[in-house]
């Protein structure tokens, strides 16, 4: 079973801060959407003033309902460096991947919901990011990774393992 909806790269990314990354990502997405960047970041931006979407160290979830006949997508951003991810209800902190989402308004909330929570513990794995981290120059080497991240999606939605047995998953 497919978990991940389909999944642009953006790897490795050169940004210097939080407003380029959302305006690289902003790009793809209005592409992909055929809205324009200033509306895909305005919905990242106002998603992100109800709260942090960092949720561990170094790994933000940024996600919006984009009105659009496109289904829902994902783009993942490797950056090369480290930014700062600030956030007015948090700490400053750094982040060099992203996993944005850009949700079909046709989509059930829950799914959504659901999906969200299962990447926040498939996306804690170190060993995970780590590799992601290393790959990030290796498109096909990131997209492995992402078919890893599917199988681990789709065994946590199924109750078929738990956080703590993510910890430690075995790549090829």
Do not use: W, Y
């Not at 170094?58 to 496109?70: E, N």
């Not at 829902?72 to 948090?90: G, M, R, V, Y």
């Not at 909330?109 to 170190?126: A, D």
């Amino acid at each position: 079973m497919i978990v991940l909806p389909k999944t642009q790269i953006l790897s490795p990314l050169f940004c210097f801060s939080k407003k380029r990354l959302f305006e690289e990502i902003a790009e793809c997405a209005a592409f992909i959407t055929k809205k324009t960047s200033k509306e895909i970041i305005f919905a990242l931006n106002e998603r992100e003033k109800l709260g942090t979407t960092v949720f561990f160290q170094g790994v933000a979830i940024p996600h919006a309902v984009i009105q659009s006949s496109t289904p829902t997508f994902a783009i993942l951003s490797i950056l090369d460096k480290p930014i700062t991810f600030n956030s007015i209800d948090a700490d400053e902190q750094l982040v060099d991947i992203a996993f944005s989402l850009f949700i079909s308004p046709k989509d059930d909330v829950e799914k959504v919901e659901s999906l969200l929570k299962s990447l926040t513990i498939v996306l804690s794995n170190v060993d995970l990011l780590n590799a992601l981290r290393l790959s990030k120059n290796e498109k096909q080497k990131v997209e492995v990774i992402l078919n890893q991240i599917d199988l681990l999606l789709d065994h946590v939605q199924e109750g078929l393992v738990d956080s703590s047995e993510i910890d430690n998953p075995h790549f090829q």
